[in-house]
């Protein structure tokens, strides 16, 4: 059953990996150019961001995503509190807009994250912005 639930999440995360690299990655200004914000994206999911491999150092943030009604949102990442932790905090600000079942975060610069929403769960493969290490995110839904 664990491996199941492993297998599962693994393909959840390959697809949005697959996913944000279609994304391009041109800069442009921050503007809702497709997509909704519909209602049911906005509220605050707190969670974490953890490198995909355990290396002799790793990234272990807590993530807190704040979606405003009208797409503005904040993200931000304190250190978690394992030992050869390398990521750093940051603050991200942008606009949220749904584009089928991903949820993308558009930076001021016009870089992208995207995560796949299943229910009250964000889940997503990224790049840590500071560190450069590969990590899991993982947000769920507190209000």
Same mark, same amino acid.
């Given at each position: ?23 391009? #990655?041109?800069?442009?200004? %921050? ?6 914000? $519909? ?11 953890e #490198?995909?491999?355990? $290396? ?6 807590r ?12 993200? #931000?990442?304190?250190?978690g #509190?394992?030992?050869?932790? %390398?990521?750093k ?6 606009? $949220? ?5 991903d ?10 994250? %995207? ?13 840590d ?6 990590v ?8």
């Open positions: 059953m664990l491996i199941r639930g492993i297998r599962i999440a693994m393909v959840i995360i390959m697809t949005g990996t697959l996913t944000a690299c279609a994304t391009p #990655s041109y800069k442009a200004p %921050v503007e809702r150019t497709s997509g909704s914000t $519909a209602p049911g994206i906005h509220g605050i999911w707190e969670g974490s961001s #490198s995909t491999s355990s $290396a002799l150092y790793y990234v272990d943030l993530l807190r995503l704040q979606i405003y009604d009208d797409g503005a949102y904040v993200l #931000s990442a304190t250190p #509190s394992r030992g050869n932790n %390398v990521g905090p940051f603050i991200e600000i942008g606009q $949220a807009y749904e584009r089928g079942r949820l993308v975060l558009r930076t001021e610069d016009g870089s992208t994250r %995207v995560l796949r929403r299943s229910g009250d769960t964000l889940y997503g493969m990224a790049e912005p500071l560190s450069g290490r590969s899991i995110d993982r947000l769920d839904r507190i209000s």
